[in-house]
């Protein structure tokens, strides 16, 4: 039986999944898992991307001692995330990570500046402001080190350069290059009038290929270090254009939520919107499969939840387990505890101590101040379900639509106590699966590719045939 290797990385792990199909049903095996992480260096906080192509490689040779040989491969990981590399292909600095603190009043500059008002921005790109965008990234880099930029022949998001290493081709990929708010929302390629008005230097973006793309086969010292060849597909590379590939709608007025160290909540259309009123909502339109758009708003996500997790267990010594997170969080919600925060507040982006700034915004609201595991859960859980049920209403503002349900996808999709407070707080039925939805979205584009499916809308259906879907109705 043909099998293919979804390579899905995330902010905080990353794994190599192994995807089958067979009697038309899909079949996952995860061969292999490792810790991912942003570390301190030279005053930045940075992706150890050294070790991160290790791992990839590592995780080819795992495959293939399990027993697979995968005829593709495809590899997603999170957004806006460059590597710069010179005409040597000598990497350029370092792969500095979206939560780095260089691009704070990036935007206000260029404004004050008259170089680029972010409503015309937005007009142009269709893409939200998040201070972390790669445009306002390179700007900051053009300050702290323009030699870098300049002395660049080639910039790849980091599913690009991670590609590059196993098979010696640049190319970017249009899911992930539409993220650095430098790619035209109509004409779906860079918008060279703007990176011009940006000075950067134009020649180092490489051409941009939609998903489905063979890229090429592995590098002869891969393949041999692997014991396999294969052949490397563009996927949609970005992590949420993969799990919004893999939502089992119901119908065309769905809410898609991919649930992981950050919530994505938004829909699928066939054109962007890219109004002043779509500016001021924050809504982005992100470049999806064939073409489509994942018009869609950032929420902070289960980040929150997981640094709580992270910072209780270092006062133990024993991190308490996702279970005990959301049954302490019930009996606090039993004992009559209330506070909701604005999970969009920049204080809980990168903060020292995530449980000293849940107390500090709960304080300065007036509201009731966690103290215990289950109020900081409790907290994280009602902050995030409000905040989803804000972000529908303003959808459907913008887009006059009303919506029928909610498909959540990731690891998020497993939180029974949170798609419940959803499913009561938005009042839409919620259908919760599958988890691994990233890397199936990454599997589907290859099993597309490789004929085992027809199209998009044929592996959506088979889906429904091959995970289990749970629905929480609202009370």
């Known amino acids: 039986m043909a099998c293919y290797l979804a390579v899905d990385i995330g902010a905080s792990s990353g794994r190599h999944i192994v995807g089958q199909v067979a009697d038309g049903r899909m079949e996952l095996t995860e061969v292999y898992r490792f810790e991912n992480g942003l570390t301190h260096k030279d005053g930045h906080l940075c992706w150890d991307i050294d070790a991160l192509a290790e791992n990839v490689i590592a995780g080819l040779a795992a495959a293939k001692e399990a027993g697979f040989t995968p005829t593709t491969i495809g590899i997603d990981t999170w957004a806006v995330d460059y590597v710069l590399l010179d005409e040597h ?115 180092m973006f490489q051409p941009i290929h939609m998903p489905g793309h063979a890229l090429g086969h592995l590098r002869p010292e891969i393949a041999e270090r692997v014991g396999f060849d294969a052949e490397v597909v563009l996927v949609a590379s970005h992590d949420t254009g993969s799990a919004w590939l893999a939502v089992p709608a119901r119908d065309e007025r769905a809410v898609y939520f991919s649930s992981g160290t950050w919530s994505l909540v938004g829909v699928e259309n066939r054109t962007p919107i890219c109004t ?61 505890f209330h506070a909701v925060v604005d999970a969009d507040d920049p204080e809980f982006l990168a903060p020292a101590s995530m449980l000293a700034a849940l107390r500090a915004v709960c304080e300065r609201s007036g509201q009731s101040v966690p103290a215990t595991m289950g109020e900081y859960a409790l907290t994280v859980y009602d902050s995030l379900a409000d905040d989803y049920a804000r972000t529908i209403e303003q959808m459907r503002k913008l887009t006059g639509v009303d919506y029928t349900s909610i498909n959540i996808v990731g690891g998020g999709s497993n939180n029974g106590y949170l798609n419940q407070a959803t499913a009561d707080a938005c009042g839409l039925p919620v259908f919760a699966g599958p988890t691994e939805g990233t890397a199936l979205g990454n599997l589907m584009v290859q099993f597309i590719y490789a004929g085992e499916y027809a199209s998009l809308e044929e592996a959506r259906v088979a889906i429904k045939k091959s995970f289990e879907i749970k629905e929480y109705l609202p009370r």
């Not at 992930?176 to 000075?199: F, H, K, M, Y």
């Open 89 to 203: 292909d000598r990497r350029l600095g370092d792969c500095v990570g979206y939560r780095d603190a260089r691009t704070d009043g990036v935007r206000d500059a260029l404004e004050l500046a008259g170089i680029l008002p972010f409503d015309e921005h937005y007009a142009r790109t269709g893409i939200q402001y998040q201070q972390f965008n790669t445009a306002y990234q390179l700007c900051a880099l053009s300050r702290e080190n323009r030699e870098q930029l300049d002395n660049a022949t080639a910039m790849l998001m980091v599913p690009d350069y991670l590609n590059w290493i196993l098979t010696g081709k640049k190319a970017q990929e249009y899911t992930n290059a539409s993220t650095t708010a430098l790619v035209n929302a109509q004409t779906c390629d860079w918008d060279n009038e703007l990176i011009d008005r940006l000075n950067l230097p134009w020649d």
């Open 276 to 336: 002043h009123e779509s500016a001021a909502a924050n809504f982005t339109n992100e470049g999806g499969y064939e073409r489509r758009y994942r018009y869609l708003k950032n929420i902070m996500g289960l980040w929150m939840i997981q640094n709580v997790r992270k910072e209780l267990g270092e006062k133990t010594g024993t991190a308490p387990t996702w279970d005990e997170l959301v049954k302490a969080a019930e009996q606090a919600r039993a004992a009559g």
